[in-house]
């Protein structure tokens, strides 16, 4: 059993990367000529793009959150638990592709599912990482209470939840799956019911 | 309530990446065949993309430098201040995108807005996390004196008038408003009202 | 002799760097025209760049495990150790190019020898560290058992040995020689032996 | 006067970022259409980029090593050494673009001038942050002898000599300039002469 300290920053890592990369999905004219369109229509152009650059950053920033919280209370790491991480630090890097190819091939309902399933899977994996993690208490303390395990389990699926409601509402309209990503933040910081939950969490831990 | 540090660390390699994901900004012509342009033309060409790069570096070490003077401050985090911090990390990490295309339509003064203003928003974003965490000293420490507060959020807004004396510049000519932003570091490092600024919160400190 | 903590810090920052870069790898379409191609035909052209990155991806992702084991073992690093790492780091930041190189030329033999060739370089680079570190104890605790520094070692030697089988296997058939880089992650998570190499570490530090 | 520890890790990941980014100089063919050229024949246009690769990663390692050896004694930081390690990190992100510029120009006098500029001008720039910090002995411990001072010091101006060296160098033969740089490492960590410098300063810390 290593300690999970290196670790932890090694996803930090991973994770501040792909989040910054984002923003190279975002072409530029070159800057040695004179560009082809002018700049509204340039601009215009790119808000689908921009649009994507702001749901992936949400969503990637929505799994560190998620992953900050697990790794608080992992107090040794594993094997199978350093795998799972792998596997959702390769999905979590891979986000830069499914953004730019759901930019480019923007009224493809298939390009919007590629990208849905995508951040579905990371969720799926970091419920993996927690579930791998707190059965039999494996690699958390053993005093943390059912109701902290639980909490944090609901919060995971918070954005698993929102993916599978964008994916259903992408077949009534396209733009409206994509809009319902937007809600992550929205339902995180202002509906009272999860501000209980961390407030819970918080009294847990201190 | 959790520990600041790896919300710190994370926002740091954010912030690390930005800075230097900037230089991909400067073309350069590609080594398998001949280049079209004489070297000479060719950095004459890449002189404005080197300008904004040498002010966006500037900018973004700037935002740093006051972001780590708030954390150093910060004793714990909450829901709201991860939101803003967010918030902050998205407008930082956006900052290559008005990079690139204030070069690319370098006489284009929508372009220099669009810059101008993204660069304002980080300045606010900063603001927002600092008056949040000391409003009722919520997230700082109790005894830390008015006079520290009142002092950090001065040098916060430093870069965000220096935006808005630019932005005004810039209807009367481009490249003076863009010559303004490098007005920064002279300010912070030369004005010796800065240094005793500076000394000052180090008293308060040691 | 320096303390090896920041040394392993900024490996490990390279590393998730290299890691998270290959995804640039994986072209996307300008979002600024009409794509050329049907979604479905783009990302069928797009099955061996993928392929590239989840086998990069798994190989740095092995080596990352393997530097972290080595460093979890180090008390002090001198001038030889410190350019072995280097070596090492170098290695590590040029995979994105074979790993290119291989998905353009994806029929020609020699562009798979020169992209398990640097592998195998790696996982060389890994190996020096290792002795380097070990022999006569030079950088490591006098008590390590004899048995752990040997149980590391083999582990660094399993992707080694991969790359030679996958070199051997390709003369075969190339895409049973890009096939096997994929056991690597199944031997180390399945095979009960490398349970219990890893268990018996573990029980070594406790 | 606040701790060096975050500021050694932002430029430590600055740093790593920027050797890691060199990778992205290298071009790959487009993975959709069948590449233009022969493998053997686009290996060959790659060597000149792949050489300025290997030569920057090698003098951003000597800065980042010296940076480390730096930091190692600073005992705080203030002001114009955090503005000094700014200017310092500015030329180490840029060194990716005058890289691109001389492997493309790989014929033009002045494209190898300003890649050797710029290598000269981060050794000045780590050259002025520990004259800074050890004149008076600012930001180092009192009991730092001035033998180590001067010999970190020296450390510095090697790769700076070997700048001029290989400048000087290029006027005959641009090539013999751009070998030069590559003894950097031989001088490290072959000459029996740094091997005691090395040596003496662990004494002084141990």
């Known amino acids: ?96 592709f499914p953004t730019g190819i759901q930019a480019s091939y923007r009224d493809d309902h298939y390009a919007f599912l590629f990208y849905a399933i995508i951040q579905f899977a990371c969720s799926v994996s970091l419920l993996c990482i927690w579930n791998y993690a707190t059965s039999h208490r494996r690699l958390v303390d053993d005093r943390l209470p059912d109701d902290s395990i639980r909490k944090i389990r609901h919060r995971i699926l918070l954005p698993l939840l929102i993916c599978v409601v964008a994916i259903v509402a992408s077949f009534v309209n396209l733009n409206i799956g994509r809009l319902i990503f937007l809600l992550i933040p929205v339902l995180y910081f202002v509906q009272p019911g999860m501000d209980q939950l961390w407030g819970s969490e918080s009294q847990a831990k201190s």
């Open 1 to 96: 059993m290593y300690k999970p300290e290196r670790l932890a920053a090694f996803c930090d890592g991973v994770i501040a990367i792909a989040i910054t990369l984002l923003v190279l999905g975002l072409e530029v004219p070159s800057a040695g000529k004179v560009p082809e369109k002018e700049l509204g229509e340039y601009l215009r152009s790119a808000i689908h793009p921009m649009m994507g650059f702001i749901t992936s950053f949400i969503l990637i920033g929505t799994y560190w959150l998620a992953h900050y919280v697990i790794f608080h209370h992992i107090k040794a790491v594993d094997r199978i638990f350093i795998g799972l991480n792998g596997v959702f630090l390769l999905l979590v890097s891979f986000i830069p």
